[in-house]
């Protein structure tokens, strides 16, 4: 259980870690960790109207509005096991959406917030990615060709998996880099939006997981 009430959102780019970190601190501070995903999902699979309706998008293949993420955001986060805080990641995505947590956490009493920016170069960013191979088997294996030294092609090292190694295409360096120039046109006015406001903390996401949880952490305990 949290000592305090932590309201954390969990900015970074692809490849920077954020989910990872997002586990690591949710588990370490004990308040759910929630992603966009999560919330839109979870409403799915709970039948509610909100759910339904943006069940009809996904279908479709389409981005949920703004209002209706916002509105599913608003009954998750006032579920019972988001009193003591939560981990937020990739949810807000737009100013809009940051200006609409802002609202529902003074209307619900809650602690301000706490927003982490995880920073990574982003050269290392496409070493990161560029260098995962993906399973085509059930097993649904991700590797690194860093760390596992196998490439495309090879066969999953898995136990009695005999599916083989294969890059997705949006794991090219060039297509990366794309994501990430597309990443920062759409994330840096919520970046500015949370500094003007004095909430936002820089932190380093190079080196070792365990090293970059200690590091955000101390940025969210302050």
Avoid: W
Wanted: proline share 5%; hydrophobic share 35%.
């Amino acid at each position: 259980m949290a000592d305090r009430e932590y309201n954390v959102v969990l900015l970074g780019a692809p490849g920077a870690g954020k989910g990872t970190q997002a586990k690591m601190l949710s588990d370490e501070l004990g308040v759910p960790h929630i992603s966009t995903g999560d919330i839109l999902r979870g409403a799915v699979a709970e039948g509610t109207e909100l759910g339904a309706e943006a069940k009809g998008y996904m279908d479709r293949g389409e981005l949920v509005p703004d209002e209706l993420v916002i509105a599913i955001a608003r009954e998750r986060l006032a579920q019972p096991d988001c009193e003591a805080g939560f981990v937020l990641d990739g949810f807000p995505r737009t100013v809009e959406q940051a200006e609409a947590l802002g609202e529902m956490l003074e209307d619900l009493g809650r602690e301000p917030l706490i927003v982490v920016n995880l920073t990574v170069d982003e050269d290392e960013i496409v070493r990161r990615l560029s260098g995962r191979r993906l399973c085509t088997g059930d097993c649904g294996g991700i590797y690194h060709v860093d760390q596992e030294g196998i490439e495309s092609g090879a066969p999953c090292p898995a136990e009695e998996c005999e599916g083989e190694l294969y890059q997705r295409s949006d794991d090219r360096p060039e297509a990366i880099r794309e994501r990430l120039d597309v990443y920062r046109r759409q994330t840096q006015p919520l970046i500015d939006y949370y500094d003007e406001r004095g909430v936002l903390t820089n932190v380093a996401g190079e080196g070792d997981p365990e090293q970059i949880a200690e590091r955000v952490l101390q940025a969210v305990r302050g």
